[in-house]
């Protein structure tokens, strides 16, 4: 039975990633940090197997720990600061965590497998947001990098630390550049789930508008399910490498509220949507779309869900929560 360790396993990735291992017949453990981590019950829930460990991306001996404990085969670091919006008011603690974290992860395998990292392979969750400005339209392994903000920054850390204990010291190490991929268990701040939480709550007469910022910026959203397998697939190779994960097309957040508010029947959205100035970003990353060729050539990887139905299921997943929200409530008061 082969033995993944997942960092991150709380967040939407891992989670997906949990389900999707333990359907492979691996033994698949989970790092979690802090006490009494409120997000431990969802891991619970969707994967029943996972055994989860404490440990935190800031602290080595707890990484070196999870590893002596879990004895992986396989390691998925997830785990990071995510959110590019709070990266500009905590960069300090991004650069900690979604960049130094990285260089600690590979530390804490260089010293677990005494210096014979080989024996162990290692994923980096890297980010188109390490293009930024981008050089390149549609940007593939070979683009520059020019991050826009301090989460773009702290990920370029980590993909060249990985890069480079690949080059140093033969470690098994990949990169996986994915672009922006949703779910129904996407976090709130993200866009994608603001808006279709937002709609689901509009549609039932629970709020009235959506507060957002840049409507005119474009990304390449794909459905997270998708891009776990990607992860899997890239440390399933004879050689370790680095990929670019994308669907190749491109919407606007204008194209997510169409969509979104369609579902639910309403087709003037513009009276539930207000813009907010103070949701703007220092810097912006304006149009991001992934040439993910080299994937789909040797990895025989390929998106399945398209756009429309992502960001309807989300809505539709969104509904049926407010409902039982609503439900509960109901119970409450009688
Ligand atoms: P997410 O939902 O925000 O999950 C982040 C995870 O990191 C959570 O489990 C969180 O745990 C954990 N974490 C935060 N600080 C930590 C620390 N100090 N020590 C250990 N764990 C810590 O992110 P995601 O969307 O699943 O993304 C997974 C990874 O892929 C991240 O590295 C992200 O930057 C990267 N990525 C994501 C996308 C995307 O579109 N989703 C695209 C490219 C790259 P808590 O529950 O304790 O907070
Ligand atoms: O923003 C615009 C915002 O926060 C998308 C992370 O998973 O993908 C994600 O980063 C776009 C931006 O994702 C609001 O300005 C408008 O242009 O959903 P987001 P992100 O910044 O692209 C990359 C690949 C990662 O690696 C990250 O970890 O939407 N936007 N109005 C807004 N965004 C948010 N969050 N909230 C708004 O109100």
Redesign the pocket.
């Known amino acids: 039975m082969p033995r993944a360790l997942i960092?991150?396993?709380?967040?939407?990735?891992?989670s997906y990633l949990a389900e999707f291992l333990v359907a492979k017949g691996y033994e698949v453990f989970g790092?979690?940090?802090?006490q009494n981590?409120p997000?431990v019950p969802a891991v619970r829930r969707v994967a029943p197997a996972v055994r989860l460990l404490n440990g935190?991306?800031?602290d080595l001996p707890s990484l070196i720990g999870a590893l002596d404990a879990a004895q992986p085969d396989e390691v998925y670091n997830?785990?990071?600061?995510?959110f590019v919006g709070m990266s500009w008011r905590q960069a300090e603690l991004t650069s900690e965590?979604?960049g130094i974290?990285v260089l600690r992860m590979l530390e804490a395998v260089q010293i677990h497998t005494h210096n014979d990292m080989g024996r162990i392979r290692f994923y980096q969750?890297?980010?188109?947001e390490m293009f930024g400005k981008v050089r390149e339209v549609p940007q593939n392994e070979a683009t520059p990098f020019h991050p826009r903000s301090p989460y773009g920054v702290a990920?370029t850390f980590g993909h060249f630390m990985t890069v480079n204990y690949r080059e140093s010291y033969g470690a098994y190490a990949c990169s996986g550049i994915?672009?922006?991929?949703e779910s129904p268990r996407r976090?709130h701040e993200f866009v994608s789930r603001k808006v279709t939480r937002g709609v689901a709550r509009i549609a039932a007469g629970l709020e009235d508008t959506i507060s957002l910022g840049n409507l005119e910026s474009r990304r390449d959203w794909g459905f997270?399910g998708d891009y776990v397998e990607a992860m899997w697939l890239m440390l399933q190779q004879d050689e370790p490498d680095d990929y670019v994960v994308a669907t190749g097309v491109t919407h606007s957040v204008r194209d997510l509220l169409d969509i979104a508010f369609n579902r639910v029947g309403i087709r003037d959205w513009a009276r539930h949507v207000a813009q907010d100035p103070g949701l703007l970003r220092p810097a912006e990353v304006d149009l991001l779309v992934g040439d993910a060729s080299k994937a789909r050539s040797r990895l025989g990887w390929k998106p399945r869900v398209d756009f429309r139905t992502l960001i309807e299921s989300m809505v539709d997943a969104d509904l049926a929560a407010t409902e039982r929200e609503a439900r509960s409530r109901r119970r409450v008061i009688s």
């Open positions: 960092t991150g396993v709380t967040g939407q990735d891992g790092l979690v940090r802090g981590n997000r935190d991306l800031r997830l785990g990071a600061v995510s965590i979604t974290g969750a890297s980010s188109s990920k994915l672009f922006n991929h976090g997270a």
